[in-house]
């Protein structure tokens, strides 16, 4: 029975919507209101700047981090590690308590992975740079990153838990970022459309 108790425990730790309720107490606005729509560090740092959006990246890793790391230390089991994190993301992506207008679930993701293997962590992130540098499209590049992950831990021979975390992860990062492929990016270095009037 407390095996079961972990994917709840994350479930219910990543749904803390920290973004909602950081610029909330700051600015009195909602940070889904801007940007993209969505309860991101982007969006706090567009809102709040760039102190607060740090404090929110901070706790989103940790809230990957801390369920994982409590099902890697008190239950070992692998499916159990995984379901817990990938659980911790669905929560950040369809929080609970924000009517399950959430997040997008890669900060939270990275938590998980570097509460149970680092160098996966860094091989994804590596990834994720790489895609979003190459096809200059953050959310395209975070789609194709969740279907490859695995696949990249796969063939550098990382076969343990974190394999099966980011094989649920990404399918979770995947679908949700599906619902920005085409939207046009108005920040920080993406800025396409400042770009635009720039080179106009």
């Not at 070992?76 to 993301?89: R, S, Y």
């Not at 679930?105 to 149970?116: C, F, K, N, Q």
């Not at 740079?129 to 695995?150: D, K």
Request: charged content about 15%; glycine content about 10%; aromatic content about 12%.
């Amino acid at each position: 029975m407390l095996n079961f108790l972990f994917p709840l425990l994350g479930y219910i730790l990543g749904s803390l919507p920290f973004s909602i309720w950081i610029t909330r107490h700051v600015k009195n606005v909602d940070v889904r209101d801007a940007g993209s729509g969505h309860a991101t560090t982007t969006n706090t740092i567009r809102q709040a700047g760039v102190g607060w959006g740090a404090l929110v990246l901070i706790l989103d890793i940790a809230k990957g981090f801390a369920p994982t790391f409590l099902a890697a230390k008190y239950s070992g089991e692998t499916w159990v590690i995984a379901l817990t994190a990938t659980f911790a993301v669905i929560g950040h992506c369809w929080t609970l308590f924000a009517n399950f207008r959430g997040g997008m679930g890669l900060a939270t993701t990275g938590g998980a992975l570097l509460a149970v293997n680092p160098l996966a962590f860094l091989i994804c992130f590596g990834l994720l740079l790489f895609l979003v540098l190459t096809i200059r499209h953050s959310a395209r590049a975070s789609v194709f990153t969740g279907v490859l992950a695995a696949p990249a831990l796969w063939l550098a021979n990382i076969r343990d838990e974190a394999f099966w975390m980011i094989l649920g992860a990404g399918i979770v990062i995947s679908i949700r970022f599906l619902i920005d492929w085409n939207r046009k990016y108005r920040e920080l270095w993406l800025d396409r459309e400042k770009e635009e009037k720039g080179s106009g």
